[in-house]
Each structure stands twice: as structure tokens, then as C-alpha cells.
């Protein structure tokens, strides 16, 4: 009797580990993601200190691929890395950028991928027309998500921060949201392709 006792407790302890483990991974691997996006480069856009980057596709498929907690966690992680001082943004910028131009759509990011994760729907991909409609619903999400609410924060901030007029700093992003809206196009497409692969 006392052998049983002891090995409910170890087993449950170690189905409890299994089921962390499952969790946590993705938000990590989609963290990493975000600093790879960063580091890969970046592209300038004159008129503006804000540089073009992967970051906001990676953010995009993070609100398509996980659960809204998941892609809460994986941006909070991203973040809090370059709080803390590791150089994960772009250009290798880490503390600083937090209170930078780009401040407002690192900050975005966060309710950005949640937002994307709780719009999106279930994936349904068991015909042409399923799929269309889901990779329509992933669209969607993703231009409210990764597109309105990223920029929502990133324009009030940038536009504190320098002085700017909102108008100004949105007139001078134009060429970010097109780029973002062409990457919500992409996001979604291949979020859908890859549901149903797994399937």
C-alpha cells in the first residue's frame, strides 16, 4: 500500500512536468523567433527612425499558431529579454529601444498577438471552401491584430515621444503598414496551409 502512495504522486508529478513542458516550449520558440526576425536585418525607411523588419510577421503568425495565452507569454518573454538587456530588437538595440521611436510597436506586440489569437476562430480546412473561409478569418485577425492595434500603440508613442503630430507619424509609416499588410496576406495563408498539413 505504501508503494502505490508514493507512485500516484511521482506520476502525477511527472504528467504535471509533461504538460509545462508541452505549453512553455512554443512561447520560447516563437521568443527566439522574434529575435532571429530582428537580427536578420533591417530596412530603412526615410522620413521615419523606424526600421522595416520580420518582426511583425512573426508576431502575426504567433497570434495564428498558438493559444492566446501562448502568444501572451512568447511576447511578454520577447520583451522582457531586451528589458532585461539582451540585445533582441532590431539593430541589437536592447533597454533603450523601450524608450525609443520603436517603443510603442514593441510595446504593441503584446496586445497585438493576443488579439490575432482571439479573433482567428478554429481552423477549418476539410474543403477548398473551409480553408478559403479560415484563411479569410486569419486575415482578418491578423490586419486588426498585427496591423491596427501594433500601430495603434506604435503611432500614440512615437508621436509622445517626438513631438509629431499623429498624423504626421502615420503619413510617414505608410510604407510600414502596405509592408504589414502584404506580411498579414502571407501570415495567413501559410498559418491556414500549415493547419492543414497537420491535420
Known sequence: MQTSHTAAPATSAASLIRRATAV????????????????????????????????????????????WRQAGSALALYIAAGAAGLPVFAGGAS???????????????????????????????????????TTARYL?????????????FGFLVQSALTGA????????????VLGDIVKAVVAAAAAAGLTKLSR
Open 24 to 67: 512553455s516550449w512554443k512561447p520560447v520558440l516563437f521568443a527566439a523567433l522574434l529575435w532571429l526576425s530582428a537580427a536578420a536585418g533591417e530596412i530603412p525607411i526615410p522620413g521615419t527612425p523606424v526600421p522595416i523588419t520580420l518582426q511583425t510577421f512573426v508576431v502575426m503568425l504567433a497570434g495564428l499558431m498558438l493559444t
Open 95 to 133: 533597454t533603450m529601444a523601450l524608450v525609443g521611436p520603436s517603443a510603442g510597436f514593441i510595446f504593441g506586440f503584446l496586445p497585438g498577438a493576443i488579439v490575432i489569437a482571439l479573433l482567428r476562430g478554429k481552423a477549418d480546412t476539410s474543403s477548398l471552401t473551409a480553408a478559403a473561409l
Open 140 to 152: 482578418f485577425a491578423t490586419i486588426i491584430g498585427g496591423v491596427a492595434v501594433v500601430y495603434a
Open 165 to 176: 503630430p499623429i498624423a504626421a507619424v502615420a503619413l510617414a509609416s505608410m510604407g510600414f
